[in-house]
Nanobody, 124 residues
Framework: QVQLVESGGGLVQAGGSLRLSCAAS????????MGWFRQAPGKERDIVAA????????YYADSVKGRFTISRDNAKNTVYLRMNSLKPEDTARYYC?????????????????WGQGTQVNVSA
């Protein structure tokens, strides 16, 4: 069982930056692929970024490439999402997810554990 707790969301102006954190419980964090997803009201939950167990493989949605960076610190059981050059269309609830896997996963259905999410609002 893995418990995930996100933090770092908030209100920011367009062009600003935020760093989301996801703290995981358990002693096997390094065995999990991790992902960040987001969901806006009335829309599906979409992949934002994902990272494999070691951090050596990452995936980014086209909409965030060059602006967002996913990283992980296995010693701290934490995965991060650095978000730069934020746009109003980035407004959503951001969720962290974990999957027992050595490789990157990009589909929500692939993930076994989810956090409660953290809200990001970007004003124009």
């Amino acid at each position: 069982q893995v418990q995930l707790v996100e933090s770092g969301g908030g209100l920011v102006q367009a062009g600003g930056s935020l760093r989301l954190s996801c703290a995981a419980s358990g002693r096997t964090f390094s065995s999990y692929a991790m992902g960040w997803f987001r969901q806006a009201p009335g829309k599906e939950r979409d992949i934002v970024a994902a990272i494999n167990w070691s951090g050596g493989e990452t995936y980014y949605a086209d909409s965030v490439k060059g602006r967002f960076t996913i990283s992980r610190d296995n010693a701290k059981n934490t995965v991060y999402l650095r978000m730069n050059s934020l746009k109003p269309e980035d407004t959503a609830r951001y969720y962290c997810a974990a999957k027992w896997s050595r490789v990157v996963r990009i589909t929500p259905a692939n993930y076994d554990y989810w956090g409660q999410g953290t809200q990001v609002n970007v004003s124009a």
